[in-house]
């Protein structure tokens, strides 16, 4: 477990599934600015033991009495000549939005990502509407890196997504993650 000073990120697991499946079908949690989609229980188990493609890893955000209510994830993105990019995504329970909780539980998986991978840089995408994402990843110490103009189809249109990365170099030190259980 990861320890921030209102919330924890632990890893999903097995018996998280089904509220895992339910919150990644979600509209109320996904919210307006992501791919909406119907994930099944077996898909959710299958993305759990089989995530080789993408590296994900999963966790749940936890207040400090165990109260779950919301996801994190990372994941790497895979270009043919670069190489891999790690990224992170997110999403809280509309009720627990507005209180700082993602944006620390942001700086526990930047710190996590830092102190145990050897990566000069951890990304972010989020829909150029998505304010609420912007703040967060712009207090966590992100920065902005451009637009990819009209990525994904969502509601009837193409969306346009802003990357943020932040650098080792720019982060040189955990600012929040002090324990780990
Ligand atoms: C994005 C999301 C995870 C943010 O979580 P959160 O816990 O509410 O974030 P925080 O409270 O740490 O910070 C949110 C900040 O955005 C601000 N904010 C929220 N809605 C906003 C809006 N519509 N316009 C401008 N700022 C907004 C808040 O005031 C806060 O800033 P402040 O601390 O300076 O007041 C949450 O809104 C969510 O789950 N959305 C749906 C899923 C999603 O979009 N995930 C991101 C995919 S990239």
């Not at 840089?121 to 207090?139: M, Y």
């Amino acid at each position: 477990m990861l320890e921030g000073k209102n919330v924890n990120l632990r890893v999903v697991e097995k018996e998280d599934l089904p509220l895992f499946a339910e919150w990644l079908s979600s509209l109320e949690v996904l919210g307006e600015y992501n791919p909406l989609r119907q994930v099944s229980r077996l898909e959710t188990e299958k993305m759990f033991e089989n995530d080789k493609a993408y590296e994900m890893k999963e966790f749940i955000i936890e207040k400090k009495d165990g109260t779950k209510i919301g996801f994190m994830v990372h994941f790497c993105v895979l270009h043919p000549f670069c190489g891999k990019q790690l990224e992170i995504g997110y999403a809280l329970v509309p009720s627990e939005r507005g209180k700082g909780y993602c944006t620390e539980a942001t700086k526990i998986m930047v710190d996590y990502l830092f102190l145990s991978r050897d990566t000069m840089r951890i990304q972010a995408s989020t829909d150029a509407r998505n304010l609420a994402s912007h703040k967060v990843l712009e207090k966590a110490g992100f920065k902005k890196d451009g637009t990819m103009r009209k990525y994904f189809f969502l509601r009837g249109e193409l969306r346009d997504v802003y990357v943020y990365s932040t650098l080792r170099e720019e982060w040189k030190e955990p600012k929040i993650l002090t324990r780990t259980t």
